[in-house]
């Protein structure tokens, strides 16, 4: 049986990352080629390994999504290497130094709007073009559930808030192509950005996974999963909408009323 994503082309960024290559993996799994993009050179042994344990067609592709000049650089590559393109995963993200209004670096505001919103802005740009071309695509973006309650750092609250605001825009105005636009917004995931903080606070941790009803917080192949249906042709009446895949987090827990 064809996998779920068998003939698509799909472009992920931050590949090397926790989700990221999570991602990488399940697309591989179910049939697409992929260029896997990362700022850091280790998205080439991600992909090489996935390939290896998967099979599939991959490529690695080293650019920095906030950068137009690369991006464009990236597209074109897109479409030499593999004839087009069907699926791109906006999930690449920095933040620096990033925290309350009052102490937050303009300087530092501004590297993080770029890692997580200018980056999102110029990926899908330069996809569109590409997915007119081939009649469809879907794009599914990461936010956070940070854009949807009052958790923790500022600019990347802000753009995470952004970038639904934008990928909802994109559903609309690409509708008539058949390109789909979707946002993801995760709760905690255990990967090296969220881990490597609160391995500092074990309590804190604790208090942090006893907030989630289903009683865990999240694995990278809980998104990838969920990243799957959305770029799939399952979700093919699905566009301008947000999903938050947490565990039951935003849903809340009941009170401990007797
Ligand atoms: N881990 C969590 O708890 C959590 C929760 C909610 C949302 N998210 C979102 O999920 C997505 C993936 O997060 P993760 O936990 O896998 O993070 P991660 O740090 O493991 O991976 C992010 C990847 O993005 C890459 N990257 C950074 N700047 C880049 C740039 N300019 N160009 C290209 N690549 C760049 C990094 O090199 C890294 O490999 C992000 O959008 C994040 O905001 C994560």
């Given at each position: 049986?064809?996998?779920?994503?068998?003939?698509?082309?799909?472009?992920?960024?931050?590949?090397?990352g926790?989700?990221?290559?999570?991602?990488v993996?399940?697309?591989?799994?179910?049939?697409a080629?992929?260029?896997?993009?990362?700022?850091?050179?280790n998205?080439?042994?991600?992909?090489?390994?996935?390939?290896?344990?998967?099979?599939?067609?991959a490529?690695?592709?080293?650019?920095?999504?906030?950068?137009?000049?690369?991006?464009?650089?990236?597209?074109?590559?897109?479409?030499?290497?593999l004839?087009?393109?069907?699926?791109?995963?906006?999930?690449?993200?920095?933040?620096?130094?990033?925290?309350?209004?009052?102490?937050?670096?303009?300087?530092?505001?501004?590297?993080?709007?770029?890692?997580?919103?200018?980056?999102?802005?110029?990926?899908?740009?330069?996809?569109?073009?590409l997915?007119?071309?081939?009649?469809?695509?879907?794009i599914?973006?990461?936010?956070?559930?940070?854009?949807?309650?009052?958790?923790?750092?500022?600019?990347?609250?802000?753009?995470?808030?952004?970038?639904?605001?934008?990928?909802?825009?994109?559903?609309?105005?690409?509708?008539e192509?058949n390109?789909?636009?979707?946002?993801?917004?995760?709760?905690?995931?255990?990967?090296?950005?969220?881990?490597?903080?609160?391995?500092?606070?074990?309590?804190?941790?604790?208090?942090?996974?006893?907030?989630?009803?289903?009683?865990?917080?999240?694995?990278?192949?809980?998104?990838?999963?969920?990243?799957?249906?959305?770029?799939?042709?399952?979700s093919?009446?699905?566009?301008g909408?947000?999903?938050?895949?947490?565990?039951?987090?935003?849903?809340?827990?009941?009170?401990?009323?007797?």
């Amino acid at each position: 049986m064809p996998g779920r994503l068998h003939g698509k082309i799909a472009l992920i960024t931050g590949a090397a990352g926790g989700i990221g290559s999570a991602i990488v993996r399940r697309f591989l799994a179910e049939g697409a080629s992929i260029v896997a993009n990362d700022l850091s050179r280790n998205v080439e042994s991600v992909v090489a390994e996935a390939v290896g344990d998967v099979g599939g067609r991959a490529v690695a592709h080293v650019a920095n999504h906030s950068n137009e000049r690369e991006v464009a650089g990236m597209m074109r590559g897109v479409r030499e290497s593999l004839g087009g393109l069907d699926i791109l995963v906006n999930n690449a993200f920095a933040a620096f130094n990033d925290i309350e209004i009052a102490e937050l670096e303009e300087s530092d505001w501004d590297r993080t709007l770029d890692a997580c919103l200018k980056g999102p802005f110029l990926c899908t740009k330069h996809a569109v073009p590409l997915m007119k071309e081939r009649h469809g695509g879907s794009i599914v973006s990461i936010s956070s559930v940070n854009a949807l309650r009052a958790v923790s750092e500022t600019a990347y609250t802000a753009a995470k808030g952004g970038l639904i605001s934008m990928m909802r825009l994109v559903a609309a105005d690409y509708a008539e192509w058949n390109i789909r636009s979707n946002v993801i917004c995760p709760g905690t995931i255990s990967t090296s950005a969220s881990m490597d903080y609160w391995e500092q606070f074990p309590a804190g941790f604790e208090a942090l996974r006893q907030m989630y009803p289903l009683g865990r917080i999240g694995e990278p192949d809980d998104i990838a999963d969920y990243v799957l249906f959305l770029a799939s042709d399952e979700s093919r009446w699905v566009t301008g909408t947000v999903h938050t895949v947490d565990g039951g987090l935003m849903g809340g827990t009941k009170l401990g009323v007797v």
